[in-house]
C-alpha cells in the first residue's frame, strides 16, 4: 500500500513569497489532515476535510493560508504571503474516516514539506 | 478547550532499562480517542496505539505497554528493555469521538544511550 505522498520535500522562499504545497493520501482514505510541525513543537492541526469538505479550520490563519481538496482526494495548501514565523515543517496525513466516529481511527503521515523562510 | 500535557521534556536512559513517558489530558467530551505516535529522527509520524474513554484495560505489546486512567486523565506509555532503535519523540495525541479538535501534546524526547 502505497503511503501518503508530499512535494516538494523542501522549500526556500523569502518572506512575502508565495509557496504552495501538495498531498497525495491514501487511496481510499476520506478524511486528509494538514499540520503545522514548527521545531521542538508538536504538530498543531490546521485544516481536516472529510472528502471535499471541510471539518475543522479553526487553527488555520486564514488571511494567508488556504487549503483545497477539490476532488475529495489530492490536496494543496498554500501560504501567500510567508511571514518568517511561518518556518516550519507541513505534514499531510490521512485516515480511513467517519465511521462512526472518524476519531477511532490511526491518521497516517507523510514524510513532510520543510519550509524555510529568508 | 482540548489539551495534552507532556511534562518531560527529554528523557535519557542506558539501554535495556525500562522507561515510562507521561501523558495527561483534558477535555470536556465523554466521548475521545488518545493516541501515541512515534517520529523518529527521519521525521515520520508512525501510529503506535490508540484507545477509546470506555476502554480503560491497559495494553502491552511486546516491549510497549499503556496505562490508561481515566481518574487522572493519564495515559501513560512505558517501554521496556529499552533500545537504542527507540530513541524519537514520542507524542501524545487525543481527538473528539468523530475525530475533530484533533490535539498533539508537546512531545517528549526519548534518547536511549547504548
Known amino acids: 500500500e502505497a503511503g501518503v505522498a508530499q512535494s516538494p520535500r523542501y522549500k526556500i522562499i523569502e518572506k512575502r513569497q508565495s509557496v504552495a504545497f501538495w498531498c497525495n493520501p491514501i487511496s481510499g482514505h476520506a478524511t486528509l489532515y494538514w499540520y503545522q510541525q514548527i521545531l521542538g513543537q508538536g504538530p498543531k492541526l490546521l485544516i481536516q476535510f472529510q472528502n471535499n469538505g471541510v471539518v475543522d479550520d479553526s487553527q488555520l490563519p486564514k488571511d494567508r493560508f488556504s487549503a483545497e481538496r477539490l476532488k475529495g482526494v489530492d490536496s494543496t495548501l498554500k501560504i501567500q504571503p510567508a511571514k518568517l514565523e511561518d518556518s516550519a515543517v507541513y505534514l499531510c496525513a490521512s485516515s480511513l474516516g467517519l465511521r462512526g466516529g472518524a476519531g477511532n481511527q490511526p491518521q497516517h503521515f507523510g514524510d513532510g514539506t520543510r519550509l524555510s523562510i529568508l | 478547550a482540548q489539551k495534552v500535557t507532556q511534562a518531560q521534556t527529554e528523557i535519557s536512559v542506558v539501554e535495556k532499562e525500562d522507561v515510562t513517558l507521561d501523558c495527561v489530558y483534558e477535555t470536556r467530551d465523554t466521548t475521545y480517542y488518545l493516541f501515541w505516535y512515534k517520529q523518529p529522527p527521519s521525521g515520520e509520524l508512525v501510529f503506535l496505539i490508540r484507545r477509546n474513554s470506555f476502554d480503560e484495560q491497559n495494553e502491552i505489546s511486546g516491549r510497549y505497554s499503556w496505562n490508561f486512567q481515566k481518574s487522572t486523565s493519564s495515559f501513560n506509555f512505558t517501554i521496556t528493555a529499552s533500545q537504542v532503535v527507540d530513541s524519537a519523540v514520542y507524542f501524545c495525541?487525543?481527538?473528539?469521538?468523530?475525530?475533530?479538535?484533533?490535539?498533539f501534546g508537546p512531545g517528549t524526547r526519548l534518547s536511549v544511550l547504548p
Open positions: 495525541a487525543l481527538t473528539a469521538n468523530y475525530g475533530q479538535n484533533f490535539v
